[in-house]
């Protein structure tokens, strides 16, 4: 295996290209014609550097804010990315600046018909004394076969998190002021947030 070796001007550093093992092997590796181009990697904010889930692991009803008992997804499938957010009493912390996807599904039950149940999400940007809401989905519940119906949406948005100290999240719900069940389950994720840092910002 042939190999170019480059030396640094100084402090000693090196950097080894080495050709494939066999011919059978050969692969072209094009540079673009930049002017002092730079080729990036995956710390310098290439591609997904964090990845994050929380879901509700116990029910309860009503009209909430904000939507409480997180936990963060632990099944043996779950994957997981990066530093990850932070959760208190509902109130999400995001671990660095960047951009965002943002989404949040929840899934109900009632004995009943409910003309409109709402999904939302905000955002802070001053250390939760002010809230703006950036994601909002609505949906129903017609009751079938005399018992229990289910039914869920997501609010999803990109957030531009540009300072990771003051930002905040939460999830919030409006059933309408019925007994409408938000659905929690420590087993499979039904009523969860996602987060997932797309680039920087």
Known sequence: MSSIKL???SGGGTFELKAPSSGSNARVLTVP???DGTILTSSSGVGITMLDQFRVHSSFTGTVD???NWERTDDATDGFIGTGMTESSGIFTFPQTGIYLVEFQINWFFAGDEREVIAMFDISTNSGSNY???GLSRTHIKQCEGTNTHASCTASSTVDV???STFRCKGRTDTGGS???INGNS???ETYFRFIRLGDT
């Open 66 to 68: 904000p939507v409480q």
């Open 162 to 164: 540009t300072n990771a």
């Open 179 to 181: 007994s409408v069940y």
């Open 132 to 134: 703006d809401n950036v």
């Open 7 to 9: 030396t640094a001007d």
């Open 187 to 189: 087993t499979g994720t």
């Open 33 to 35: 014609d930049l002017a």
